[in-house]
């Protein structure tokens, strides 16, 4: 029985690390802007859109924040993927803030669709709000990182893409299984990501049909 129960330990605890992995915010923007992109676009203008939305709200933010890892490693120190301690947080935010505003400007510069350019300011202005709540408290950044894209694949998809925020819950049970938040902390995530996101896309969208 002991042997069953640290080996169900064992596995809950891969899972939760696997479940942070692709939850990380960067990670969750690729499939989440591709799906948007290609129910908006045909194929050569969704090739290009995608590129954009995957570059500047994936890849730079992984590779500058890995290489913002590596070269504090090189010092002697310690760091992981999740950088579990709320101080050292602040750099990396800054970064990627950078990666997600130069994003939006070239999407509302080629005229991508409204909702696309919108989540990509969202993914800005939302780490942006978290940039000076980390400066006081570690909200978590995960739950924040699946609820904002799933309130934009609502607004594009209505009931269908709820499906898409299924997941919330179960990063929120994984950041807490890790023990990386609080319940607070994970539930704050959420709900920043999920409100702020929406309120934007109401607001923005209603400036621009106006």
């Known amino acids: 029985m002991k042997n069953n129960v640290i080996m169900d330990d064992g596995v809950k605890k891969r899972f939760a690390e696997f479940i942070s992995i692709i939850a990380y915010a960067p990670t969750i923007s690729i499939p989440a802007f591709a799906i948007i992109n290609y129910y908006l676009l045909n194929i050569h203008d969704f090739l290009i859109v995608t590129c954009i939305t995957t570059v500047f709200a994936g890849l730079l933010p992984i590779l500058l924040v890995y290489g913002w890892m590596k070269s504090k490693k090189t010092r002697g120190m310690q760091i992981e993927l999740d950088i579990p301690e709320r101080?050292?947080?602040?750099?990396?935010?800054?970064?990627?803030?950078?990666?997600?505003?130069?994003?939006?400007?070239i999407l509302?510069?080629?005229?991508?669709?409204?909702?696309?350019?919108?989540?990509?300011?969202?993914?800005?202005?939302?780490?942006?709000?978290?940039?000076?709540?980390?400066?006081?408290?570690?909200?978590?950044i995960h739950s924040m990182g699946v609820a904002g894209p799933a309130a934009a694949l609502i607004y594009v998809f209505g009931p269908i893409g709820v499906i898409f925020s299924t997941i919330i819950p179960v990063v929120m049970w994984s950041r807490l299984y890790l023990k990386r938040h609080t319940l607070l902390q994970v539930i704050s995530g959420a709900l920043l990501g999920l409100i702020s996101t929406a309120i934007q896309i109401m607001y923005f969208t209603k400036i621009i049909h106006l």
Request: proline share 4%; hydrophobic share 55%.
């Open 108 to 140: 509302y510069m080629i005229n991508a669709p409204t909702i696309t350019t919108i989540l990509m300011f969202c993914y800005f202005s939302n780490t942006l709000i978290v940039f000076f709540i980390n400066l006081y408290w570690k909200i978590s």
């Open 87 to 105: 101080t050292d947080r602040n750099v990396p935010l800054l970064m990627v803030i950078i990666s997600y505003l130069i994003g939006a400007v």
